[in-house]
């Protein structure tokens, strides 16, 4: 089949993908987050072409398309489809103002990286059917949608701070989102001298996600023993460490040990918060390897990659801080690192990671950006 690709469109979107400071897997249990978008991205180039029904979309990125049929949308076996029928599932629901569209996507956000080129790809194409057909859904129905269709369509029981982060993040800013009332704050961070540094493992261990919805389980199991005496609680959310621990000997060591960072990982949110507004930078690192030590041991959502690139970054002054960021299991590692050291560490990690593990390290730099948005 032949695809269209050097159309001129009628919109341009640029969709990014995210880091998340702090507080991971804390979205789906209600509690706190702390995410930015970046600036890698996925672009959007859209036109209507004047069908009713016809959809033609192509990844440059991939040299692969497909073409779609509005009134038959159903679940595709090519994982990529997935993300674009579940939105327009979704946005079948609400509205429709859809009509026949052509759109090319092309991104420069490594895919299973944990920078959420899952929630770019959603949101981006949310995005720009709005605006192309004047849908009027607000940005919240856009993040809401999206996240749904990644449960219905793609099948990961995801939290919501993804999409949130991508259509509604500020740049020089992390977001401390209240995943519970939807409440958030725009907290800027200014970390000089120090920069956000990624280091990618490359690995992405397709455990993912099914062990992420079984954490999502084990925590719900978490929930229901502790609500037999308190049945106030509705999420981890309202939980603190001296409620957990009576029911110790109730839940296996697992789900104690999940429940238990959920807890102090919504603390270490609020913690690092209050650390960047009162640049203590030391105690914002500190942070960032506690974070990583639940994630690895409690959470168990590490792996002997990311373990590595974070004790690796331990034996410099230059590093403030560093842990694995995203879903899990590997991914990226964030890491603080003073802009003076930037070139020595990140020398010699990508040496010793290619000993361990015969893979070419990529390092890169990100910074706090906006959320989605039409290129002008
Ligand atoms: C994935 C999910 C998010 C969140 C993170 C872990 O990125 O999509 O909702 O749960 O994992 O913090």
Redesign the pocket.
């Known amino acids: 089949m032949e695809f269209i690709t050097g159309f001129t469109p009628e919109l341009t979107v640029k969709s990014p993908g995210r880091i998340?400071l702090i507080?991971?897997?804390?979205?789906?249990n209600l509690g706190y987050?702390l995410p930015t978008a970046i600036e890698n991205q996925i672009t959007f180039k859209l036109r209507k072409n004047g069908s009713v029904n016809k959809c033609n979309l192509y990844s440059l990125t991939y040299n692969t398309g497909f073409t779609l049929d509005l009134n038959k949308i159903s679940r595709s076996e090519i994982e990529w489809e997935n993300y674009i029928l579940g939105v327009l599932n979704e946005i079948s629901k609400l509205t429709d103002g859809v009509k026949g569209f052509d759109c090319t996507v092309e991104s420069n956000l490594p895919t299973g990286s944990?920078l959420?080129s899952?929630?770019a790809l959603e949101c981006g194409l949310a995005f720009g059917l709005n605006e192309l057909f004047g849908l009027g859904l607000s940005k919240m129905d856009m993040v809401k949608l999206s996240q749904i269709a990644?449960h219905t369509y793609v099948g990961?029981q995801?939290?919501?701070?993804?999409q949130f982060a991508s259509v509604m993040s500020k740049e020089g800013h992390v977001i401390l989102l209240d995943c519970k009332s939807l409440e958030y704050d725009y907290v800027p961070i200014d970390i000089r001298p120090y920069r956000i540094i990624l280091l990618n493992t490359k690995v992405s261990h397709n455990l993912a996600s099914s062990e992420?919805n079984t954490r999502k389980q084990e925590c719900q199991e978490g929930v229901d023993i502790i609500k037999q005496k308190h049945p106030e609680i509705s999420s981890l959310r309202d939980v603190t460490l001296d409620m957990l621990m009576p029911f110790k000997a109730e839940m296996s060591q697992t789900v104690f040990n999940r429940c238990s960072f959920i807890i102090e990982e919504n603390e270490r949110v609020l913690a690092m918060t209050e650390a960047l507004k009162s640049d203590r930078l030391k105690e914002a690192g500190d942070l960032l390897y506690e974070a990583h030590g639940g994630i690895s041991k409690l959470y168990e959502v590490s792996c002997p990659e990311s373990d590595f690139l974070v004790d690796f970054s331990k034996g410099y002054d230059t590093v403030l801080g560093a842990r694995q960021t995203?879903?899990?299991f590997g991914g990226c590692t964030l890491n603080l690192v003073h802009e003076a050291g930037i070139d020595e560490f990140v020398t010699a990690a990508t040496k010793a990671y290619k000993n361990a593990f015969a893979i070419d390290l990529e390092a890169f730099e990100v910074r706090p950006s906006g959320g989605t948005s039409v290129v002008v």
Do not use: Q
């Open positions: 998340n507080g991971e897997h804390t979205d789906y987050v944990g959420s899952s929630a990644e990961t995801c939290g919501i701070m993804d992420y995203g879903g899990g």
